[in-house]
């Protein structure tokens, strides 16, 4: 399939998607979401995919929602469309692993889009913001949420209040992002990480993921409830069982993927 604003190619069990929108900087606008939706959706049914990385380009992860097609919108067209609800039922709706990998400037939507992904790598170009108080909004695609439990009160309400960027030393200070790689080598390194994980037995890494998405939604008893369940239903699978024969037997894994 391809696609307008994004080029998505398989790497063995690993789905790259770029964005490609290099004359505005990548800017997020309906067809970007669109082209995202789809291809989120693809790779969450293919059973020969089992991780993904989302990246931009040098300059630019990308430099927010766009402005140019938000100028001219008014109050009732942004509730009336429920103006970028899609992101989270289209792509952090995602249950399969993703990574972003961050180079250039992640401002805005493009702070908030790097941010639903599980976790981020950042080349040392990389600047985090959400700069929407200069516009006279404030984030919109969970930016003051998200940042917010990434990062902590005090930062968040400097970065939403001033705009300010955050380079990447203090993003990975303060737990916006995993790690920081020269950015020569951003996408290498994102890109092993992902087959590392794409490696792993794939429903343990969904469960995985799930359960550290939901100590973000609920509160610690709850959580630990679900964690134990969501342990026990995975002690059913195939893969449990042959894990742990092939840790008792000096041998690796080999995944049915139930
Ligand atoms: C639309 C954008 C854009 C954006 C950049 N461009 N950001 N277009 N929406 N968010 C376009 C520019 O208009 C320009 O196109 C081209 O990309 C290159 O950008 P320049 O500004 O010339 O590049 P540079 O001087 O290097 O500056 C880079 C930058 C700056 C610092 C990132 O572009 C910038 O400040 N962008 C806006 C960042 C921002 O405010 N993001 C938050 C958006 S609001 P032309 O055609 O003019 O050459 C948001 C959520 C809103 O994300 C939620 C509220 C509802």
Redesign the pocket.
């Known amino acids: 399939m391809t696609y307008e604003t994004i080029l998505v190619e398989q790497r063995d069990a690993v789905t790259l998607i770029t964005l490609n929108r290099p ?3 990548n ?3 309906g067809q970007v979401l669109s082209d995202l939706s789809a291809a989120f959706a693809a790779y969450d049914a293919d059973p020969t995919q089992h991780c993904a990385v989302l990246t931009g380009s040098e ?2 992860f ?9 100028v001219d919108k008014d109050g009732a067209d ?1 509730f009336l469309q429920d ?2 609800s899609g992101w989270q039922t289209h792509v952090v709706a995602t249950r399969k692993p993703w990574i972003a990998a961050v180079a250039g ?1 992640a ?4 702070c ?1 889009l790097a941010m639903m992904a599980d976790f981020i790598i950042a080349a040392d170009t990389a600047k985090f ?4 108080i ?2 006279g ?5 969970g ?1 003051s949420q998200r940042l917010t439990r990434a990062v902590g009160k005090a930062k968040a309400m400097d970065m939403c209040l001033t ?1 300010r960027m955050m380079g990447a030393e203090e993003a990975e200070r303060s737990g916006l992002v995993s790690r920081i790689v020269p950015a020569a080598d951003l996408l290498d390194d994102a890109l092993k990480t992902a087959a590392a994980i794409a490696a792993m037995p794939p429903m343990a890494a969904m469960v995985n993921k799930e359960m550290v998405n939901i100590a973000f939604e609920t509160g610690l008893a709850q959580g630990l409830l679900t964690e134990r369940r969501m342990f026990q239903i995975l002690t059913a699978t195939e893969d449990k069982k042959e894990g742990m024969t092939a840790f008792v037997e000096k041998r690796p894994g080999v995944w049915k993927g139930r």
């Open positions: 004359q505005a900087l800017a997020l606008n300059k630019a990308a430099a927010g929602a766009d402005i140019k097609e938000m942004f103006f970028f400037f401002l805005g939507g493009g908030e913001g959400q700069p929407e200069k516009l909004v404030a984030p919109g695609m930016g705009g």
